[in-house]
């Protein structure tokens, strides 16, 4: 017996009790039913016979139909494979530069349909394909880091503070261990980083004065502040550094890593967007392969990535970086 003969045998079975009973409301109350229903079923079983008695067959109501092409949304997918730490905000204004206008609720729907509505879902995808077509499979970081949103520095114009600080990229068989020193310039977001073999003053050092000095040279801006940690690679041979070239070297406080907030996000948006992706695509055997994997993810950071931190406002850091060549060579034509 189907569910809709049972419902039917039952509704006939109503009305028979409240006939033997003579009383609707205890029929009803046997049933577990409201008189109104039984009324309307006895309506029906006077217009109809026992077979308006049967459950009626209601079609499916259409959903809503997605508002984008099928095009349009293998886009979207294809770039959240392609950058699966980024979320729709993030994806939304990317494919808004490749000529796709789709707002971040419609970016986060069509990830959903594809079963890839979260970060770890669009990881784990990366990391089944590439460990069916190239064996590689990483141990996965579940980890969040939870960072003050409160702005802590302020500075005006590219120079006038840059904050470093390491990182620890891991223990590679055959290469072994690696560290990331990172700058970033807080008036714009302007990225620099380096891969080492050591984390000591004496890499730290030759990374302030021919990477920072240098490139903020070459873009028309004297470095005049640095802020790290009070960790050791930032003392001895770096306050020599410091002094040769007339910047100013704060710490901050200990155990208020929060301080150092503009360089601390930018290493956690490099862990997210590049290492955790390019470890999943390929195996790095020497040091340089990493630096020159490093430097192409720095060159799309700086250059090509939306941004939208309050200093930015929606541009690349590289336009703020490079505005005063940019504004000489417009003078100057």
């Known amino acids: 017996m189907t569910l809709e003969d049972k419902v039917h045998a039952l509704r006939l079975h109503v009305l028979r009790r409240a006939a033997e009973l003579g009383n609707v409301s205890a029929a009803c109350r046997e049933a577990g039913i409201s008189r109104t229903m039984f009324y309307r079923w006895k309506e029906r079983f006077t217009l109809y016979g026992s077979d308006g008695l049967h459950p009626r067959r209601t079609a499916e109501r259409p959903g809503r139909p997605s508002p984008l092409e099928s095009v349009a949304e293998r886009q ?3 770039l959240a494979l392609a950058w699966p730490t980024w979320g729709p905000q993030r994806l939304s204004l990317q494919l808004a530069q490749q000529g796709l206008s789709v707002s971040p609720s419609t970016v986060w729907r ?5 079963g890839l509505g979260t970060r770890m879902q669009r990881l784990l995808a990366l990391e089944g394909h590439t460990a069916a077509s190239a064996g590689l499979l990483t141990e996965r970081t579940r980890r969040t880091l939870t960072r003050s949103r409160a702005r802590h520095v302020e500075a005006e114009a590219p120079g006038e503070l840059v904050c470093i600080d390491t990182f620890y990229i891991g223990k590679l068989k055959g ?3 690696l560290w990331q020193i990172t700058a970033c310039d807080a008036a714009s ?3 620099m980083a380096k891969v080492v073999a050591v984390c000591n003053a004496a890499e730290a050092a030759p990374f302030l004065e021919s ?3 240098t490139t903020l040279a070459e873009a028309g801006w004297r470095l005049q502040r640095v802020l790290t940690d009070g960790g050791s690679e930032f003392r001895g041979q770096f306050d020599v550094v410091c002094s040769e070239l007339n910047v100013r070297h704060t710490r901050t406080k200990p155990r ?3 301080t150092n907030g503009f360089v601390e996000r930018l290493q956690g948006t490099i862990l997210h967007e590049h290492w955790r992706i390019a470890f999943r695509r390929r195996y790095f055997r020497k040091r340089f392969q990493l630096q020159a994997s490093l430097d192409s993810f720095l060159q799309f950071y700086n250059f090509e990535r939306p941004h939208q931190g309050y200093r930015t406002k929606g541009r690349v850091p590289a336009e703020i970086f490079w505005g ?3 504004t000489q060579v417009r003078q100057e034509v």
């Open 175 to 177: 290469v072994g261990k």
């Open 76 to 78: 979207i997918l294809a």
């Open 211 to 213: 990477v920072v000095a």
């Open 256 to 258: 208020h890593a929060w």
């Open 324 to 326: 005063a060549i940019n």
């Open 110 to 114: 069509a990830l959903r349909r594809a």
């Open 189 to 191: 977001s302007y990225a």
